[in-house]
């Protein structure tokens, strides 16, 4: 192998494990991703974790003095919402600069997805004096 064409292909490795550690460091903080909305009155909480779902419902007791069962159902849901559109807020904003240009997060990262099928694994560049296979 020439010299050469071996120091491009050990940079070009080099640069794919960089940009493989970077996802690999984004998907660590998605997936501590908790963010928590609260009703302006502070009687209704809600968390929720890295894909929406629903961790923690904190309800402060005189909530159910001052709400009937229907605007307590319509509290929570609403925090749901709340806290389940800045957790998608944060996700495009980790996940954004690994985003080829034009595709949108949504068709990568739908539901159900997950973003260990889409980690490359390192590359190991060829030694001098290896052979190549095939």
């Known amino acids: 192998m020439n010299e050469e ?3 491009n292909i050990e940079a070009l490795a080099k640069e794919y494990n960089r940009q493989a550690a970077q996802l690999r460091e984004a998907y660590g903080k998605l997936s501590e991703l908790a963010v928590t909305a609260e009703s302006r009155d502070r009687m209704v909480s809600v968390t929720v974790g ?9 309800l402060d007791p005189r909530v159910y ?8 159902a ?7 919402g ?19 240009e034009g595709i949108p997060l949504e068709d990568v990262f739908g539901e159900g997805a ?11 560049p060829p030694q001098e004096g290896e052979k190549k296979r095939g």
């Open 65 to 72: 003095r001052k709400l009937s069962p229907s605007e307590l």
């Open 82 to 100: 709340a806290a389940t559109g800045r957790v998608a807020g944060q996700t495009k904003e980790l996940m954004a600069p690994f985003m080829p």
């Open 114 to 124: 997950s973003i260990e099928s889409f980690l490359p694994q390192p590359v190991k």
């Open 74 to 80: 319509r509290a929570i849901m609403e925090q749901i």
């Open 5 to 7: 064409f071996r120091l």
């Open 50 to 58: 890295p894909r929406g779902q629903v961790q923690n419902i904190r």
